[in-house]
């Protein structure tokens, strides 16, 4: 079973930065990890996400603003966020996808708050 756990959230001002962190443990097969990010009574939507080959794709409002990278020495990454907006408010949600199965595991989110 992959364990999917997340961290870093946290109470921002609009314009600051915040990185987030997620560990997969359970597994090293993994194809992909990503970043999704959910408010209420919306979709959940695709932040960005890397590829085991360290390939990226990112949501377009996102954009030089956000970069995802990741530890090659541990089922690791990360979520550099800079110049935050309020739009960027959301809980954030880590998703392993496991190579050849494509199962697909999820974190149980952190919270980031950007406000005045």
């Known amino acids: 079973q992959v364990q999917v756990m997340e961290s870093g959230g946290g109470l921002v001002q609009p314009g600051e930065s915040l990185r987030l962190s997620c560990g997969a443990s359970?597994?090293?097969?993994?194809?992909?990890m990503g970043w999704y990010r959910q408010t209420p009574g919306k979709q959940r939507e695709l932040v960005a996400e890397?590829?085991?080959?360290?390939?990226?794709n990112y949501e377009d409002s996102v954009k030089g603003r956000f970069t995802i990278s990741r530890d090659r020495a541990k089922p690791t990454i990360y979520l550099q966020m800079n110049n935050l907006k309020p739009e960027d408010t959301a809980v954030y949600y880590c998703?392993?996808?496991?190579?050849?199965?494509?199962?697909?595991?999820w974190g149980q989110g952190t919270q980031v708050i950007v406000s005045t």
């Open positions: 890397i590829s085991k080959f360290g390939n990226t």
């Open positions: 998703r392993v996808r496991i190579q050849i199965s494509g199962d697909t595991y």
């Open positions: 359970g597994s090293t097969n993994i194809l992909s």
